[in-house]
């Protein structure tokens, strides 16, 4: 299998299918973010001692029937160094040193070629990693977003609720009204202050630069 790495600084990498959102860590909800995560042992601080200056929220990749079943780690180092991390599916949020509008704009690694489990099967072709800004510096993975829907609705209100309670809401409005929610393909919700057909109209123009 073929995966994308993005350099994230001091030697590590990851995987990109793996980012759900790219977020800056200045706002009290992502310092909630944070903390929650290390309550739950789920964070990894790669940014050697120097101010943090985006928080990585990850997922492993849906599994699609047509590739592999593998878990691939979520960081990965450079080379063989101390510095590697005990990886897993269980570490969610990454700390890191670089700014979010760096680490989306960094060009993306040369694949990592991994064996199927399924004896058949083909390497596969790289995956097109967008990321979008959703404003306030903050980005979300193209690949993992299911829906941009507006807040006012009942049934919204009851994902964005629902959400918070498992831990998985991520609030990106820096304080300002929430306009659009975001949906993502593994349950997190993530709140934006920027109009839903804005958001969408960034991920149209980056699909046709592309």
Same mark, same amino acid.
Request: glycine share 4%; hydrophobic share 40%; with cysteine.
């Given at each position: 299998?073929?995966?994308?790495?993005? %350099?994230?600084?001091?030697?590590?990498?990851?995987?990109a299918? #793996?980012?759900?959102?790219?977020?800056?860590?200045? +706002?009290?909800?992502?310092?909630r973010?944070?903390?929650?995560?290390?309550?739950?042992?789920?964070l990894? #601080?790669?940014s *050697?001692?120097?101010i943090?200056?985006?928080v990585?929220?990850? %997922?492993?990749?849906?599994?699609?029937s047509?590739?592999?079943?593998?878990? +691939?780690?979520?960081? &990965?180092?450079? =080379?063989?160094?101390?510095?590697?991390l005990?990886?897993?599916e269980?570490r969610?949020v990454?700390? +890191?040193a670089?700014?979010? #509008?760096?680490? !989306?704009?960094? =060009?993306?690694?040369?694949?990592?070629?991994?064996q199927?489990?399924? !004896? +058949?099967?083909?390497?596969?072709?790289?995956?097109d990693?967008?990321? @979008?800004?959703?404003?306030?510096?903050?980005?979300v993975?193209a690949?993992?977003?299911?829906?941009?829907?507006?807040?006012?609705?009942a049934?919204?209100?009851?994902?964005?609720?629902?959400?918070?309670?498992?831990?998985?809401?991520? #609030?990106a409005?820096?304080?300002?009204? &929430?306009r659009?929610?975001?949906v &993502? %393909?593994?349950?997190? @919700?993530?709140?934006s202050?920027i109009?839903? *057909?804005?958001?969408?109209?960034?991920?149209? =123009?980056?699909?046709? =630069? !592309?």
């Open positions: 299998m073929h995966a994308q790495l993005i %350099d994230i600084g001091f030697n590590y990498t990851i995987v299918r #793996d980012i759900i959102a790219i977020m800056s860590p200045d +706002s009290a909800a992502i310092k973010v944070i903390a929650d995560a290390r309550d739950r042992q789920q990894n #601080d790669t *050697e001692g120097r943090v200056r985006s990585i929220i990850t %997922d492993p990749y849906p599994p699609v047509d590739w592999t079943s593998f878990t +691939s780690p979520t960081i &990965t180092p450079f =080379s063989r160094s101390p510095k590697a005990s990886t897993g269980e969610k990454i700390l +890191s670089i700014q979010p #509008d760096t680490l !989306s704009n960094r =060009s993306v690694l040369k694949p990592l070629n991994r199927s489990r399924l !004896s +058949s099967a083909e390497p596969l072709a790289v995956m990693i967008k990321l @979008i800004n959703i404003g306030f510096g903050n980005i993975c690949n993992r977003v299911v829906a941009i829907v507006s807040p006012e609705s049934p919204i209100k009851r994902i964005i609720s629902d959400a918070r309670e498992r831990g998985q809401l991520v #609030d409005t820096y304080g300002r009204r &929430t659009a929610v975001i &993502t %393909d593994v349950g997190h @919700i993530i709140l202050a109009q839903p *057909e804005t958001v969408a109209h960034r991920f149209v =123009s980056q699909k046709e =630069s !592309s």
